[in-house]
């Protein structure tokens, strides 16, 4: 009896809690596979396919943003997120820019972190611009246990979404879609649907919005996963499995193929 | 009483006294008991050593019971693991694969899920023999198509960087210009109109 009441208390608390999930900065990985189209002025044209990784994702961020200790051989480079960080700068600046009134509350933060740069959070109010929003990479997805995250827009992309809880109310699980993107000009961000009134996803390519020379964008199902241990920790997976567009400067765009995003974080609550 | 019984009497007497006599054990036919080993005298000791001491008998501790780990020892253990293959993961030495390699069979399970990514951002084709062999000993058929996928991923060539082309830094420089008018147009729409300037007559 005293155990259901326990765990009835821990349940109660954590029904609460879930609508201000925190968890800690984790670690992300990405791969995937581009297909570039190679021409050679003296043979038809080839595809030629290569795998990607995270030294790769971090070449865009360079691009962008000029830090070479991203791609430093003797340098550690780790990619975070933090899924449930509200991004205020994002907002407040975006707010400013006209979108006023139609904007949601925007969750997710990402960094990079490094011995020469420590860490650098890749998004933010560009003070040189006046304060205009830049952003080097974007989640956006809908989870029907934490919320929507990103830019997500549900005129825009998939809502759809469904969870599940363990008997001990602990530990949950969930599943979605999302979309991923990863770009070198910080001024292409996908604000999916709120530019125009056509719901649309977005394309990693110099046709639509702003240019990219070097972008990766991948969109599919998620898996999530939440674990609480009952004293104050709680633990958060996601993965990511899709698909996109890639452009990668000279060698133009093609297609991103088998791409996976992982993230895995641990804190309090 | 009459003298022949007399006589008997005294005959049986001493029949009795003579057998006491010749049964009673005499001192000096009794078997001498053994000598007992004395200890020789200090004065007599002279290059004899003693005896070694009996060798003592190992002490065998007693068992100790084996240390059951909690739950969030046991987690802590994992995410310390999944942290060094993350480290692993980002170096270029021998030694960091192997350690990577060897926790492809690690017990848990959330350890070799993060083996398997490592040996992917690793990115070496050496690892590729000890992830087929772990896939063919494994029952766990995600954990096989996981591992055969890595294989998958690392026979492919990585992508190598590729400059932008002169019409690409163009355009770029094209558009970032556009970008810096637009900004500029922006701020003198929202500065504040001069004051008018009054003259004195």
Same mark, same amino acid.
């Given at each position: 009896?005293? $155990?259901?009441? *326990? ?31 190679? @021409? ?7 595809? $030629? ?22 791609? @430093?051989?003797?340098?550690?480079? $780790? ?8 991004? @205020? ?6 707010? =400013? ?10 969750? =997710? ?21 006046? =304060? ?37 109310? !602990?530990?949950? $699980?969930?599943?979605? @879609?999302?979309? *991923? ?52 920790? !709680? ?29 895995? =974080?641990?804190?309090?609550? | ?31 001498? &008991? ?122 492919? &060539? ?44």
């Amino acid at each position: 009896m005293k $155990k259901f009441l *326990l765990l009835s208390v821990v349940a109660a608390v954590l029904v609460f809690a879930a609508g201000n999930v925190r968890a800690e900065l984790g670690v992300v990985t990405i791969t995937g596979s581009a297909t570039l189209q190679t @021409n050679d002025a003296h043979a038809s044209p080839l595809m $030629k396919t290569q795998s990607v990784a995270l030294k790769d994702i971090f070449t865009i961020i360079e691009q962008g943003n000029g830090d070479t200790s991203l791609t @430093n051989k003797h340098v550690t480079t $780790k990619l975070y997120y933090d899924p449930d960080a509200v991004d @205020n700068e994002a907002y407040d600046s975006l707010e =400013g820019q006209g979108f006023g009134g139609t904007l949601p509350s925007f969750t =997710g933060v990402f960094y990079y972190s490094n011995s020469v740069s420590g860490k650098v959070q890749l998004d933010g109010q560009d003070p040189s611009s006046g =304060g205009d929003y830049y952003s080097y990479i974007e989640l956006d997805y809908y989870d029907a246990y934490s919320g929507p995250h990103g830019f997500w827009n549900s005129t825009a992309m998939e809502a759809g979404s469904a969870y599940t809880e363990s008997d001990t109310g !602990l530990s949950f $699980k969930s599943t979605g @879609n999302a979309i *991923l993107y990863v770009h070198s000009n910080p001024y292409s961000y996908d604000l999916v649907g709120l530019e125009s009134n056509t719901p649309a996803y977005y394309y990693a390519n110099d046709s639509v919005g702003s240019y990219n020379p070097y972008a990766i964008t991948m969109h599919g199902n998620t898996a999530s996963t939440w674990s609480y241990n009952g004293a104050g920790t !709680l633990k958060e997976t996601l993965k990511l499995a899709g698909s996109g567009d890639v452009i990668w400067g000279g060698a133009g765009s093609g297609a991103f193929s088998k791409g996976t995003f992982s993230f895995s =974080g641990q804190g309090g609550y | 009483m009459r003298p022949k019984v007399v006589l008997t009497l005294i005959a049986c007497a001493l029949a009795v006294i003579s057998a006491a006599l010749i049964l009673k054990p005499r001192k000096e036919n009794a078997v001498p &008991p053994p000598p007992v080993a004395e200890a020789p005298a200090t004065s007599e000791v002279v290059n004899a050593s003693p005896p070694p001491a009996p060798a003592p008998l190992p002490v065998t501790p007693p068992p100790q019971p084996a240390h059951v780990m909690t739950d969030d020892e046991r987690q802590s253990a994992i995410d310390a693991e999944v942290g060094r293959l993350q480290d692993w993961s980002m170096n270029n030495d021998p030694a960091s694969l192997s350690n990577i390699l060897l926790d492809l069979t690690n017990s848990e399970k959330d350890v070799r899920d993060a083996a398997i990514e490592a040996t992917k951002q690793f990115d070496s084709t050496n690892a590729i023999p000890t992830l087929k062999a772990v896939a063919m000993n494994t029952t766990d058929t995600d954990e096989q198509i996981a591992l055969l996928e890595a294989v998958k991923f690392l026979e492919l &060539p990585p992508l190598t960087f590729s400059p932008p082309t002169p019409e690409q830094i163009q355009a770029q420089q094209q558009r970032q210009a556009a970008r810096q008018a637009q900004m500029q147009q922006n701020q003198n729409q929202a500065a504040p109109p001069a004051a008018p300037q009054t003259g004195n007559n």
